[in-house]
């Protein structure tokens, strides 16, 4: 017979870690024997079940003796008494800093001026040492009671009595522009003991400040390609759709059309699950719908290449035959 022990599943923010053996399992986790010994009844007479399996091999019937011996084997793998000088060392609290901010604590003496005079005693640092985000912040004072305030990044700008420091946007910056998410990037942090911002800041920083530049420079970018193709002909486009997952469950899709010669991307477009019923398989159609009508009106072209598709070849059948009307009625003056 196979018992089958549900696995404990710790979640610390974005950590997930499976628990095979509790050492701290007690009853919850090991079924405990009936108090009263089942009998056993056979031709020689009745005797109880702990008299029959002893001296047994069987895993079931052992299943405390093994939980003990995992627990104990577990306790001495874990051991980190041999690791204490190296986790003193991994608790101390990482920032990012650059050079130049870092060559100002060379300076060790107070430059405050009273009465056109430098102070000039040596500044000490105190315990006020505070990490803010990705930055941290020092506190230092002569013996005369002046104090200076050192921040390990630069200030890009302030609004509302609030500075915005360097670090913090160009550490979501990075985040985005590479490729990462918040949540495998803060992972890595962590592992390394390094402050970052956390995932609040983050997301006013991709909805407020990245999103609308990023928009911005491709509706531009995406202006010029457009007035620089439009001065030649034979253009052929190839497009092709991507989700976000693969089968019936994906949520997004990304149609992209590329200019076959140049290998330039002349436009893309993002569909959502919701905008089409609730069916991702025509999230793909409604993406290359979108950009053919678009294409049909800014950036005249003679060919087009597409997936194999029975309803991908419909779609462009109907709208080249409305882009044929299009431009009849226009060169023959029907309004």
């Known amino acids: 017979m196979l018992l089958v022990y549900s696995m404990d599943i710790s979640f610390e923010e974005d950590e997930r870690t499976l628990t095979m053996i509790d050492p701290l399992y007690g ?17 020689n007479g009745p005797h109880t079940e702990q008299q029959a399996v002893e001296g047994s091999k069987s895993a079931e019937k052992n299943k405390d003796e093994i939980l003990k011996k995992l627990e104990a084997a577990f306790s001495q793998l874990t051991d980190v008494k041999d690791l204490e000088n190296y986790l003193a060392l991994h608790s101390r609290m990482r920032v990012i800093v650059s050079i130049n901010k870092l060559l100002e604590l060379s300076t060790h003496t107070c430059a405050l001026e009273i009465g056109g005079k430098v102070c000039g005693e040596v500044l000490c640092v105190t315990q006020d040492v505070t990490s803010i985000g990705s930055r941290v912040e020092i506190i230092r004072k002569c013996k005369n009671g002046h104090s200076q305030k050192w921040v390990s990044s630069e200030i890009l700008g302030a609004k509302h009595n609030s500075d915005f420091y360097l670090n913090d946007y160009l550490l979501a910056a990075a ?14 942090c962590k592992a390394l003991g390094l402050s970052i911002i956390s995932s609040n800041t983050f997301t006013r920083f991709q909805k407020h400040c990245a999103a609308p530049v990023i928009s911005d420079v491709w509706n531009k970018m995406n202006g010029l390609i457009v007035n620089i193709l439009k001065q030649y002909e034979e253009i052929c486009l190839c497009g092709d759709g991507r989700n976000d997952s693969p089968g019936h469950s994906a949520r997004y899709c990304v149609y992209t059309l590329m200019e076959h010669a140049t ?7 993002v569909v959502d699950k919701r905008e089409t019923g609730g069916n991702s398989v025509t999230m793909e159609k409604e993406g290359l719908r979108r950009l053919l009508e678009k294409m049909a009106t800014v950036l005249p072209f003679s060919e087009i290449t597409t997936d194999a598709s029975s309803s991908i070849m419909k779609l462009v059948h109907e709208i080249k035959g409305i882009y044929i009307t299009a431009v009849s009625n226009k060169y023959n003056g029907v309004v």
């Open 27 to 43: 009853d919850s986790f090991v079924t405990s024997q009936s108090n009263e010994d089942e009998q056993v009844v056979d031709e």
């Open 175 to 188: 985040i985005i522009i590479s490729g990462n998410n918040y949540s495998k990037f803060a992972l890595l």
């Open 263 to 269: 290998k330039v991307v002349v436009d893309m477009a």
